[in-house]
């Protein structure tokens, strides 16, 4: 396994870990659980940023560009669903 593959293995590895904690803390009933939990998910999801960005920075994690008309019509899109809300979304 070449240095490329390794850091996409524990990239994937550190994305499946945070969603799994999202869950655990979304089910936790005790709060010191939790506590412990939400440092985990932090440290968890502060490493899958870090193995992101030095893929990107070494090109093995491309980013497409997208056309300015597609992401205005994208916030258009999504803003009108702010009128649907219960509540005021600044």
Known sequence: ??????????LTTEKYMTA????????????????????????????????????????WYAVEQEQQQKVQQSFQQFSGYKSQLPYTVQ
């Open 1 to 10: 396994m070449n240095e490329r593959d390794f850091l996409n293995d524990q």
């Open 20 to 59: 799994s904690y999202n869950i655990a803390l979304n089910e936790a009933s005790n709060q010191a659980l939790y506590q412990d939990l939400a440092t985990i998910f932090k440290e968890t999801q502060d490493c899958q940023r870090n193995l992101y960005n030095l893929m990107f920075k070494n090109g």
